[in-house]
């Protein structure tokens, strides 16, 4: 069947003019530019530093991918709505803060606790902030007609306002919190197998069956249709009998819920959580998101590409750390990638239409 698409297209394509050709082949590498300066950096990255492709390196790449992977799958519904979600580190960094502060062996923020509280009684609370969140951040977007920006750059501050209320609780003082119970650390990071001696952090499973999960739900589900159909076009979906305001709502809950998850991995696998505590994170999963092909105009999105998107752009990042980049240099290299990759999106839109 796929061989008989790739003949149909090769046919297609000799029967053009040769003018019509080389614009065919140019627009080609125009639309697919970030995977190839993608590549271009990665085999530059080998060739200088060899060891970039060991497997200590490859595990670490794959383990930082299914770290980060959650919030990007959160933040990409926020985008096929034609929206978007900077409060999403925030929350990632409360998510955290409230999972160290009570899975571990110092209370410093609730010095009157003996005992860890019970693990699924914390994830639940973490998925329940997480949830709220969501849901004031597509409330106001579904009801009050506010721009998703202005509204989740509201609830970034709010959220950061009361991470820093948090920490200062108790006998804290606004510290790092560490100190986390080993029962905690070992769901997250103890070793799901080895492969020549390098172990497999157990969050890695986690994020395979969180992705598999979102995949049912995008793809297999009357609300991931309704997702898709809001994104598209909403007066057209609402004409349809899509309760769009539901839709919205329910998008940003599942989103932030997503942001929770990462906070509750997060705790365990840096073994703290402070203030800044998943600042930035937005940045990095608006990337993968628009690299991975889930489009700003709307509608468009596949959970397999939000994957592939954090895949490389944690190989990017892990490679520059291997050639000693500066790391203020990577807050440039991301923006110009968050760039580059909506102007493309914005061609290809253009081009369509």
């Not at 006998?171 to 990071?189: A, E, H, K, M, W």
């Amino acid at each position: 069947m796929a061989d008989n698409k790739a003949t149909s297209k090769a046919q297609e394509f000799k029967a053009l003019s040769k003018k019509d050709q080389q614009r065919k082949i140019g627009d080609l590498i125009l639309n697919n530019a970030m995977y190839i300066i993608i590549a271009i950096a990665i085999i530059f990255i080998t060739v200088k530093q060899p060891k970039f492709i060991s497997l200590s390196s490859i595990v670490n790449i794959i383990s930082l991918t299914a770290a980060k992977l959650p919030i990007a799958l959160g933040i990409g519904g926020c985008i096929v709505l034609t929206g978007t979600d900077i409060s999403a580190g925030r929350v990632v960094g409360l998510a955290a803060c409230i999972s160290a502060s009570l899975l571990t062996t110092v209370f410093k923020v609730f010095p009157n606790m003996t005992s860890a509280m019970p693990i699924p009684v914390v994830l639940l609370i973490v998925l329940g902030v997480g949830a709220a969140v969501g849901f004031v951040n597509g409330f106001s977007v579904a009801k009050f007609k506010l721009h998703p920006f202005i509204v989740t750059l509201s609830t970034q501050l709010i959220t950061y306002g009361i991470i820093l209320m948090y920490l200062m609780n108790g006998v804290n003082n606004g510290q790092t919190l560490s100190g986390l119970t080993d029962s905690y650390r070992s769901l997250i990071t103890g070793t799901l197998f080895t492969i020549g001696g390098v172990a497999i952090p157990r969050y890695v499973l986690y994020a395979v069956i969180l992705t598999a999960v979102m995949w049912v739900i995008w793809n297999k589900t009357t609300f991931g249709k309704n997702m898709f159909a809001v994104g598209s076009n909403e007066e057209a979906a609402n004409v349809s009998g899509v309760n769009v305001a539901r839709t919205i709502i329910l998008v940003f809950m599942l989103a932030g819920v997503m942001y929770g998850i990462t906070g509750f991995f997060d705790g365990a696998r840096i073994a703290s959580a402070n203030a800044n505590t998943g600042l930035n994170y937005e940045c990095d999963a608006i990337a993968a998101c628009v690299i991975g092909g889930v489009s700003f105009v709307g509608g468009i999105g596949r959970i397999s590409g939000i994957v592939v998107g954090v895949l490389l752009l944690q190989i990017i990042f892990a490679g520059l750390n291997f050639l000693s980049v500066d790391p203020n240099m990577l807050y440039i290299i991301k923006g110009l990638i968050i760039l580059v990759a909506c102007a493309i999106d914005m061609r290809k839109y253009l081009v369509r239409k």
